[in-house]
């Protein structure tokens, strides 16, 4: 069974830090891992989608790896503002007929002016 | 930008009353799916559904749940008899294929309170 864990579960940095989100699944069987933002209360935005056979994929200041072989995927924020405050979730999704979503527990991330 | 649009925001209900909630899919999209969001915990799925029957389940969509979409457009979930511990945030999402190439698109979810 697919289990998919975060580290670390909260991370606070003052602006414009570089930082670094974890994410690692148990199963290298997926088709696709995705990276969605969370704002309190709100729904989930996506941010950046990679297929199995990418590596990255890069949306202006953020940059999600993928190494399909460990379990691992990354999200890279640059020069971090307080707008990007919220919770960051990864999903995975697993190959064969299936469009179900697996998902980590997520980061709550502040960023301190 | 299109965006899958969910009704109500909030809904507040006794224990043991049926509660729907409403979710207008992206028009192109065909797969659809609820999740749920209990306070702190995990998003979790529920169902998915393609051409007007569901394709698969979790072991949490029991016979208190059902989904239908009546009408074309909207895509509903029916909580028959509500228990408190149904209490969370439902999202709906669309995707045009099963297939994962596209972003999966949620809603801003409707959040449910069983008293």
């Known amino acids: 069974k697919q289990e998919v864990t975060q580290i670390p579960a909260a991370l606070s940095v003052p602006e414009g830090e570089n930082l670094v989100l974890n994410c690692s699944f148990t199963d290298s069987a997926i088709y696709n891992l995705q990276w969605f933002r969370q704002d309190p209360g709100k729904g989930l935005t996506s941010l950046l989608l990679i297929q199995s056979s990418q590596r990255e994929q890069t949306s202006g200041r953020l940059n999600a790896s993928l190494d399909k072989s460990s379990g691992r995927s990354t999200l890279y924020i640059a020069a971090s503002q307080p707008g990007d405050s919220a919770t960051y979730l990864c999903a995975v999704r697993g190959l064969g007929n299936t469009g179900k979503l697996i998902f980590g527990q997520g980061t709550t991330l502040q960023v301190k002016p | 930008e299109p965006e899958v649009t969910q009704t109500p925001s909030h809904q507040v209900t006794q224990m043991g009353q049926e509660v729907i909630l409403r979710c207008v899919p992206i028009?192109?999209?065909?797969?659809f799916y609820w999740y749920r969001q209990i306070l702190g915990q995990k998003v979790e799925f529920l169902v998915s559904?393609?051409?007007?029957?569901?394709?698969?389940k979790s072991e949490i969509f029991d016979d208190q749940f059902s989904v239908e979409r009546p009408d074309g457009s909207n895509f509903t979930l029916k909580i028959r008899s509500t228990k408190l511990e149904d209490s969370a945030m439902y999202f709906c999402?669309?995707?045009?294929?099963?297939?994962?190439?596209?972003?999966?698109?949620f809603g801003a979810g409707s959040r449910l309170t069983v008293l």
């Open positions: 559904f393609y051409n007007n029957e569901i394709s698969e």
């Open positions: 028009s192109n999209h065909l797969y």
């Open positions: 999402a669309g995707d045009l294929t099963r297939s994962g190439a596209n972003v999966l698109t």
